[in-house]
Every structure is written in structure tokens, then in C-alpha cells.
């Protein structure tokens, strides 16, 4: 079983700049294929980024050149660095991940979200 719990979400306006962090239980953490994923209003589900127990990474097109996903296996900690956020990039975003060490399109594991708003 792993637990995550998301944190960093908040308010900012247009081309700001904000940090998620999702801590993990569990001590195959290091092991797992993690992400996240993101939910706006009236919006389908997006996946934003993954990063594989290597570090590996793969990212929304919508997100890349902006937003940083990173992983510290020592703290069992994700992060997700956003960077020039936009309004668009409003939503509720959630840390997700994989049972075993293999991605293959589904999460198994998901925290309870955490909230980003950008204003214009």
C-alpha cells in the first residue's frame, strides 16, 4: 500500500511560479513509476508529467518547456516545479503512482490533490 500526500498548490497570477511536492509512504517508493495528473474545471483528467524510478521523465505537451517534474528517493518525495504559469494551468493536481516499477497508462495510487489557481 503507498500514500501520498500532495502540498505546495496555492493563488498566483499569470507567469508565476509554483512548487508541488507529493511525500510517499511506503519503502519501495524508489521503485514505483510516479505522476501527475491535473483536473480543471469542467475539463477531462490530463497527465501533466511522469517520472520513472530512474528519473526518466515525459510531460503533457501543453506543460513542456515550463513545468519540471524530479523525484529525491532518499525522501520519497515527487516535486512538480511550475514555472510561467498560465490561467489554463488552473486546475486540481494530483499525485499519482504505480504499484510495482512498470508504467503502462494507470496509476494505482492517488493523493487527494492539491489546488492551483492562476489568475490573468
Known amino acids: 500500500q503507498v500514500q501520498l500526500i500532495e502540498s505546495g498548490g496555492g493563488s498566483v497570477q499569470a507567469g508565476g511560479s509554483l512548487r508541488l511536492s507529493c511525500a510517499a509512504s511506503?519503502?519501495?517508493?524508489?521503485?514505483?513509476?510516479m505522476g501527475w495528473l491535473r483536473q480543471g474545471p469542467e475539463k477531462e483528467r490530463e497527465e501533466v508529467a511522469t517520472?520513472?524510478?530512474?528519473?526518466?521523465?515525459t510531460y503533457a505537451d501543453s506543460v513542456k518547456g515550463r513545468f519540471t517534474a524530479s523525484r529525491d528517493n532518499a525522501k520519497n518525495t515527487l516535486y512538480l516545479q511550475m514555472n510561467s504559469l498560465k490561467p489554463e494551468d488552473t486546475a486540481m493536481y494530483y499525485c499519482a503512482s504505480t504499484r510495482g516499477p512498470y508504467y503502462t497508462g494507470t496509476f494505482d495510487y492517488w493523493g487527494q490533490g492539491t489546488q492551483v489557481t492562476v489568475s490573468s
Open positions: 511506503g519503502d519501495r517508493y524508489s521503485l514505483y513509476w
Open positions: 517520472v520513472g524510478s530512474g528519473g526518466m521523465t
